[in-house]
């Protein structure tokens, strides 16, 4: 068998295997590219073990390279062959009469190809999007076992299987990713450890403290609210079992929130140290992730914040709209006219700043209540 593949001396370029690419189905590409590779080599018996693996592997590169080539010329064969001449006329794969086995080197580089348009940028500076964009017919021909033997096969790995760890998350880190927090690996594999640890959580909120977590609310909002905070932040140990957050750190953003919303003055110098070791301390533990804007806003420039505005942060809360909605509706319904809304506004406005006026407001008799 060796010896039937020894008499032949054969070479296969990528021009040979494009039209067969072309036309085979998405699903059985690799098959149709390997047995267009037999063919041109000429074996009639059954290849041996060694040559149908090279011959597999190779095909499995072309693969690859032709799909982001294929991308690259928008789907159309007349700009592949204008474009990528050199690259058509490469040698993938040659038998020589020796039985020598010989490939082309990929260390050799290809002369830059006519451009139109902006120049491409590398696969590793591009954007997400762009680079969802251009694996998008990989993954949709491709699982992600065959994708990371590719990956094995070019980095010079002799490991087939998927490395089990890369769809292994830790308890903060699948909560990481119920979140929305940045990390490295998503997909299909995630979804069912995300949505298997978001259940969990729920359900372990729900026995131990009484909250309803992450579940929407007829007509408004969802059940997240300031009194589920409250709970949460209350409660640093059962959340932090539940959660799989640092017990330490819950703590010391419940102390932060607590300043923040006191309405008294602020030390800013105690402040400013225990904003620095909450996040030190957050960074420590959770570097894998990228920090949320709202926790960087509060964490790295809260006392710029702070010193901006001349009464104590606490007293900018929206506590004294929300107190007012009773009296708004109240005006509305009874002291505006209701001919157009201008005039709604408008009437609404005037009595709302004349209700608010300091001494108007001290006139105003005060009921007593029991205490």
């Known amino acids: 068998m060796a010896g039937n593949e020894a008499e032949h001396g054969a070479i296969v370029r990528n ?33 041996s073990k060694h040559l149908k693996s090279n011959i597999m592997k190779f095909s499995q590169l072309f693969g690859l390279k032709m799909a982001n080539k294929w991308q690259k010329v928008g789907q159309s064969r007349n700009r592949l062959l204008q474009n990528q001449v ?23 580089q290809e002369p830059p190809c006519r451009s139109v348009g902006r120049p491409r940028v590398p696969f590793e500076e591009a954007s997400k999007k762009t680079k969802r964009r251009r694996v998008a017919e990989l993954t949709t021909d491709r699982s992600a076992n065959e994708l990371q033997f590719a990956v094995n096969v070019v980095s010079g790995s002799n490991h087939s299987e998927v490395s089990p760890q890369i769809f292994s998350f830790s308890t903060a880190e699948a909560l990481a990713l119920m979140v929305d927090l940045d990390i490295s690996v998503r997909g299909p594999e995630n979804k069912a450890i995300v949505e298997a640890n978001k259940k969990r959580i729920q359900a372990e909120f729900r026995a131990k403290l009484s909250l309803i ?9 969802s059940s997240n609210d300031g009194n589920t905070a409250r709970i949460f932040f209350h409660n640093p140990q059962t ?28 030390d800013m110098e105690k402040f400013a140290s225990l904003l620095e070791e909450a996040r030190n301390w957050y960074i420590h533990l959770y570097k894998w992730s990228n920090m949320p804007n709202k926790v ?13 505005f001349c009464l104590p942060i606490g007293e900018l809360s929206e506590d004294a709209l929300e107190a007012r909605h009773k009296e708004v509706r109240k005006h509305r319904l009874s002291h505006t006219r209701k001919c157009s809304r201008t005039d709604t506004n408008k009437d609404l406005m005037r009595d709302l700043l004349l209700t608010s006026d300091p001494f108007i407001s001290s006139k105003r008799k005060v009921s007593s209540k029991n205490i």
């Open 15 to 47: 021009r040979d295997l494009i039209d067969v690419w072309i036309e085979a189905p998405r699903g059985n590409r690799k098959q149709v590219v390997y047995e267009k590779i037999l063919s041109l080599i000429d074996i009639t018996d059954e290849p």
């Open 296 to 308: 960087h806003k509060v964490l790295v420039h809260g006392c710029e914040i702070i010193d901006a």
């Open 239 to 266: 959340s932090s079992d539940i959660t799989g957050v640092d017990r330490e750190l819950i703590e010391k953003f419940a102390i932060i929130l607590g300043v923040l919303a006191s309405g008294c003055a602020i």
């Open 86 to 108: 050199y690259w058509l006329d490469k040698i993938i794969y040659r038998i020589n009469n020796d039985s020598e086995e010989n490939t082309s080197s990929d260390e050799e």
């Open 213 to 221: 977590v992450d579940k929407p609310k007829p007509g408004y909002g």
